[in-house]
């Protein structure tokens, strides 16, 4: 189990984390691959690593049916945060072959910002 | 592996499960926990544990984008809670240390109850 | 761990493989069940395995949170299959006893296509 510190730049943002989580494991052993966000602002998800036009489609349509602007209850201006991070979920989890994630050949691993910018701490597993 | 039971008392309800979770995973092993419904008109999720109005803004916000009433077509009248169930998840994995979760300050675990009140079964496990 | 093929015959289906995941994890040990998609335009999840028409209203309220028509940047015209994979996710994970899935009653796992006709990668792993 390692612990990783990313810093993201913008309000909202897909930061791509897979390099990231790939050189923290290596050295580690197990079957399944398993990352997460102990945050409750941001979210994980699995998604394409390639156009970046994809994650920003994701973003705006997430904002489209979950306006940052809006009479939430919640005091602290944040909601639509929240509400994002429980749509994407807090964690992912890929299996691994010979020590390596297996993924397909467009996937990649994305920290979902719903709140920045601020310092995020992701938790790598390996089982 | 344990099973937990709970009883909700609205139709639609986020229930703090959190210190059951813990309380039921004493004693057990792992570097994994793992929680999992086995219904499908109710979703677990990881979101914040201090202000209730948080998971209010969320229960809210999956109201305004699956309303109950709506001409679905599955004959139950429950449809939107199996949407809702679907847009949650079924199960949350938290990485565990020296055998107690590593949940973030603010993080905590939700039954998301979509179609009660009713009694929910619930699996922790540890691996 | 060990790989399935299927095959998906619309742009949008709900395909039910839960029965084929069960055949594939035979012989294979493990408390936890992991079940991933190695693409970023279908996702899976767990819901109703006995009305149809509940996962009908699901891919159908998938489709008026995400329409499939909209002026999205992404050029290849499947950026609405993109956003439903992170809605629904990329993996489900279920608690195995004696060697089986300890699905609830009615609970059942979906590859979830948005963007087929196409054949399809899923890895299956038990820990």
Same mark, same amino acid.
């Given at each position: ?10 309000? =909202? ?30 979210? #994980? ?29 919640? $005091?602290?201006?944040? $909601?639509? !945060?929240?509400?994002?991070?429980? #749509?994407?979920? $807090? ?5 691994? =072959?010979?020590?390596?994630? !297996? ?7 994305? #920290? ?14 390996? =089982?």
């Amino acid at each position: 189990m390692a612990e990783i510190r990313v810093k993201t730049s913008k309000r =909202i943002e897909a930061l791509n984390i897979t390099e990231l989580v790939e050189k923290t494991m290596r050295g580690m052993e197990g079957n399944l691959l398993h990352v997460y966000t102990q945050h409750t602002t941001c979210g #994980l998800t699995i998604n394409e690593d390639a156009d970046p036009d994809v994650m920003r489609d994701i973003l705006d349509a997430l904002e489209r049916m979950v306006p940052a602007k809006y009479p939430y209850r919640h $005091s602290e201006g944040n $909601s639509d !945060a929240h509400i994002k991070a429980t #749509l994407t979920g $807090s964690s992912v989890t890929i299996p691994c =072959i010979q020590g390596r994630p !297996a993924f397909g050949t467009w996937q990649g691993i994305f #920290l979902m910002e719903f709140d920045g910018p601020r310092e995020r701490k992701v938790i790598v597993t390996l =089982i």
